[in-house]
């Protein structure tokens, strides 16, 4: 079985695991990802500082790994099941751990604490992490303009005023975020689950 976002599926085999960035396979040539007993995607640690811009530092002494990326910072010490973000403690369902004297952290918490959003291919067990930065700029300023018909101003609504005075969050945030792939995901799920409410009350 494997965790990820929160979901559940299963693979056959703790070996084989593919992951992708921006939809770069990214290459491991010695140490590999794998399932852990906990149901966990498991990655080298170096893999976070070549791939999502991240800077790694190790303590020996204390065994923690220390992972920087402009202003997040992250421990992750070896066997412990919380990982620190930002000096806020945030307990996991598993551990990053050394084996074959390689350091392996657990991928989503620590993508997702670098802003990244992870998803999983079940039929070619591939963790698929997206950043955004990639994001085809050109494709993005009309993409979140779905119906050209729509007034202008409905492209941009408040969000949070209460707390983030002059704050807009836009469809256009959203792709520059999270990127064309992720939101054209989204937005599929919600399509087919509101087709699928419609039939079953029609």
């Known amino acids: 079985m494997v965790t990820l976002a929160g979901v559940t599926w299963t693979v056959n085999g703790a070996t084989g695991i593919s992951v992708t960035v921006d939809e770069k396979t990214i290459n491991f040539p010695d140490a590999k990802p794998f399932i852990d007993n906990n149901g966990r995607t498991l990655i080298p640690v170096r893999f976070v500082t070549e791939d999502l811009g991240a800077k790694v530092e190790w303590n020996e002494k204390h065994k923690v790994v220390y992972i920087r990326k402009d202003a997040v910072n992250i421990s992750v010490r070896i066997n412990d099941m919380d990982i620190v973000v930002n000096n806020r403690k945030v307990t996991m369902d598993t551990k990053a751990i050394i084996k074959d004297d390689r350091t392996y952290v ?59 005075d002059g704050f807009y969050a836009t469809n256009k945030w959203l792709v520059d975020r999270y990127g064309v792939r992720q939101v054209t995901q989204w937005m599929n799920i919600a399509k087919d689950y509101m087709e699928t409410c419609y039939n079953i009350l029609l």
Request: aromatic share 16%; glycine share 6%; no cysteine.
């Open 106 to 164: 657990p991928i989503r918490y620590v993508a997702e604490s670098l802003g990244a959003t992870v998803g999983w291919n079940a039929n070619t067990k591939t963790v698929i992490i997206t950043t955004g930065k990639n994001t085809d700029k050109s494709y993005v300023e009309d993409f979140y303009k779905i119906n050209p018909d729509m007034p202008e101003e409905l492209y941009t609504y408040e969000y949070r005023k209460d707390q983030f």
